[in-house]
T-cell receptor, first 113, second 115 residues
Framework: QKEVEQDPGPLSVPEGAIVSLNCTYSNSAFQYFMWYRQYSRKGPELLMYTYSSGNKEDGRFTAQVDKSSKYISLFIRDSQPSDSATYLCAMTKLTGGGNKLTFGTGTQLKVEL | DAGVTQSPTHLIKTRGQQVTLRCSPKSGHDTVSWYQQALGQGPQFIFQYYEEEERQRGNFPDRFSGHQFPNYSSELNVNALLLGDSALYLC??????????????FGQGTRLTVV
């Protein structure tokens, strides 16, 4: 079993829809949770960064972390065609050695006109 | 702010050859990590460098080695290339010592093709 599970999709929604992307994980030691957006053949771009449980909002994006269920979500409101990309969840526990990130496989999202 | 820069952008090598990839971290960052991303997969952690030392290593063979320079830039070296080494190689920078937390910023990647 992978440490981080993420539905690969593809997920196709109409423009303006609310998108919900999710990841589950098995390692209860993870403390920091991130969402990255990756366009085709580009490097991942950091969208949201949260510590421990709770919600964080940034514009059209909301990240939720439920550590008791080992479940994290990213919501995108008023989705746009420019949001079409692969969304990667990542998580880590800070140790004296560093911040190794463990990623999900990514969910491919297409927002259609 | 130039962000994280990687070179080259693309590279084609023959099986058995050696390759060196380069990364300059984001201004103010002191820690560099390398990841391998196969097509359709999430990035897999190779190793991380801080203060010119390898601090953490993922499940990759010794053919993968690295280096960090005093200016915090880094190199990833892969020896005896295999077809399976074909992937997007990503560099990420972060600032652990200055209390920047766990967030990491990625470069655009180097796409390596082994033929």
């Amino acid at each position: 079993q992978k440490e981080v599970e993420q539905d690969p999709g593809p997920l196709s929604v109409p423009e303006g829809a609310i998108v919900s992307l999710n990841c589950t994980y098995s390692n209860s030691a993870f403390q920091y949770f991130m969402w990255y957006r990756q366009y085709s053949r580009k490097g991942p771009e950091l969208l949201m960064y949260t510590y421990s449980s709770g919600n964080k909002e940034d514009g059209r994006f909301t990240a939720q972390v439920d550590k008791s269920s080992k479940y994290i979500s990213l919501f995108i409101r008023d989705s746009q065609p420019s949001d079409s990309a692969t969304y990667l969840c990542a998580m880590t526990k800070l140790t004296g050695g560093g911040n190794k990130l463990t990623f999900g496989t990514g969910t491919q999202l297409k927002v259609e006109l | 702010d130039a962000g994280v820069t990687q070179s080259p952008t693309h590279l084609i090598k023959t099986r058995g050859q050696q390759v060196t990839l380069r990364c300059s971290p984001k201004s103010g960052h002191d820690t560099v990590s390398w990841y391998q991303q196969a097509l359709g997969q999430g990035p897999q952690f190779i190793f991380q460098y801080y203060e010119e030392e390898e601090r953490q290593r993922g499940n990759f063979p010794d053919r993968f080695s690295g280096h960090q320079f005093p200016n915090y830039s880094s190199e990833l070296n892969v020896n005896a290339l295999l077809l399976g080494d074909s992937a997007l190689y990503l560099c990420a920078s972060s600032s652990l010592v200055s209390g920047g937390g766990a967030e990491a910023f990625f470069g655009q990647g180097t796409r390596l093709t082994v033929v």
